[in-house]
């Protein structure tokens, strides 16, 4: 618990080279990485023999819904922190969309100081936008000519579709008067609510799952993003936008999205995808029905392949869960009254290292997209990588574990997962935050694991530099 800590022995994931080694961490802070068996335990420094496993940095997710404040029987900051050290998540950006909205810098505090009191890992949220908030916008994150970065404070939110809450901006003037009047990073739920709303006219009467996909359809997101990136250039406005689902929409961002710390022209764009649209296809939405809802949808297998072609070339930059969760009760309602969304921080990394033993990609990739290139997409400091002077925030998993997810074995309050049934191989085995061992999974103590701390007493606001 004091923040010291060597790993040795491990597979570690280096920024330019994956090898054997040994790392340390200080009072929190990586200070030695060296050769295997170099470096000798300390007194007071906790041991750990990582012979056969592979170290990599946490993972940090950039979209999550915690359900805090106001729907605690879907989750909480503290579970579901809980929920994302299972997975190995160290570090996670939470959405305003709660009950109420959180739309102003009093609401934002309120949030931070209520993760300090729960949380056991890192922690950055959101201001949601509204049509008339820019005030509000501007004290969060600063004016083009005055930006600031308040530790813990990620951006700005904007749904320009309706989803779950009650938060729609789909104006253009307001939008674009959001665009042109604030700084920080812009993150957009891309949907055309206009499109939708007609489209849903379609499907009324229908309660087959396959209706929610065909009517909040591939040309909803598609008029959605492309006018989100148009008032983006127009103004030279951050632009990252969440949960790409689409092959048109990835097809046609391939004109404009890089890395920051890669951007060759401005404005910079980014954008991220979700295991969950990796993995399933219709034919899954199919069979689980509206376990696999929400919003934007599960597509096509045409669609997942774009993705995935599309995430290796760059075009999209990182891997995020949108951890969306429903009791399984208000699932139950079916389509079309079941809110969308679901679980995902426990399992995406075990997901992605799966894909990685089945040769889809990489454990580097991995890497990039989950960790590395998330802190680069937000300007993190200290984030995303094994390198001296970077926090102590890491994760050791076995390449070769072999587990069937079981609802039985869910951190999530709503104590369901959408991979349920699937054998993922690839587990983490130790979560470290700041130097401090958080979660274990083992032998003793089975599948599900153990969480080794208190709430609130590891953990801190996300420190980001400021966007202009």
Known sequence: MTGNILISGATMVLPETTKLGDLRISDGIITEVSDP???????????????????????????????????????????????????????????????????????????????????????????????????????????????????????????????????LVSDRVALEKIFTETAGLIAVHAEDEDRMNERKKLVEGRTDIAAHAYYRDDITALLATKLSVELAVKTGHRLHILHLTSGIEADYLADYCSLPSKAEQHPIITTEVLPQHLTFDETDVDEQGVRLQMNPPIRYAADREILWSRLRDGTIQCIATDHAPHTLEAKAKGFPKAPSGMPGVETSLSVMLTNVNDGKCSLEDVVRWMSTDVADCYQMIGKGKLEVGYDGDIVLVDMAAKAVVEDKNSWTRVGWNPFRGRELTGWPVLTVVEGTPVFERSPVTGQKGRLLVEPGSVGKPILMSPWN
């Open 37 to 167: 068996g170099t470096l000798e335990n300390h007194d007071g420094e906790m041991f750990v023999d990582g012979t056969g496993l592979h170290l990599l940095p946490g993972c940090i997710d950039p979209q999550v819904h915690f359900r805090d404040p106001g729907q605690p029987e879907k989750e909480d900051l503290g579970s579901g922190s809980a929920a994302a050290v299972s997975g190995g998540i160290t570090s996670f950006l939470d959405m305003p969309n709660n009950a109420p909205s959180i739309t102003t810098l009093e609401g934002m505090q309120g949030k931070l100081d209520t993760a300090a009191r729960k949380c056991v890992n890192n922690y950055g949220f959101f201001i949601g936008a509204t049509e008339d908030n820019v005030a509000d916008l501007q004290d969060a994150v600063g004016t083009k000519d005055k930006p600031i970065a308040i530790p813990g404070i990620c951006g700005i939110k904007i749904f320009m579709g309706a989803s779950t809450g009650t938060l």
